[in-house]
């Protein structure tokens, strides 16, 4: 399996992007799929994750009510729209798929990850 994030940038503060990720290999529906993020000198986080079929959802408390995960199981591409982007927000934002069917907020049960896609936020 392979992920390849893109869409990252850099914009003004309460500004939009929508980061995306293209996986390729078995078909995207055996996969959880979540986003994670990771500042200059901090430990990476948990954003989001979506399960299979794309009815459950889960975000972090940092970016929940401003961020919307959602997936195409016939692009097989993953989304996440960030909006009211905030300067905290800025990090090096990470897809990742995993097996299983808890929407995890641990890095551990993603198995495959993405290259990672900046995502710079100016105030």
């Known amino acids: 399996v392979q992920l390849q994030a893109s869409g990252g940038g850099l914009v003004q503060a309460g500004g939009s992007l929508r980061l995306s990720c293209a996986v390729s290999?078995?078909?995207?529906?055996?996969?959880?799929l979540g986003w994670f993020r990771q500042a200059s000198g901090k430990e990476r986080e948990f954003i989001s994750a979506?399960?299979?079929?794309?009815?459950?959802?889960s975000y972090a408390d940092s970016v929940k009510g401003r961020f919307t995960i959602s997936r195409d199981n016939v692009k097989s591409t993953l989304y996440v729209q960030m909006n009211s982007l905030k300067p905290e927000d800025t990090a090096v934002y990470y897809c990742?798929?995993?097996?299983?069917?808890?929407?995890?907020?641990?890095?551990?049960?993603?198995?495959?990850w993405g290259q990672g896609t900046q995502v710079t936020v100016s105030s």
């Open positions: 990742a798929a995993g097996g299983g069917r808890s929407l995890s907020q641990s890095s551990s049960a993603y198995a495959y």
């Open positions: 290999g078995p078909p995207l529906s055996w996969y959880i």
């Open positions: 979506i399960n299979w079929s794309g009815d459950r959802t």
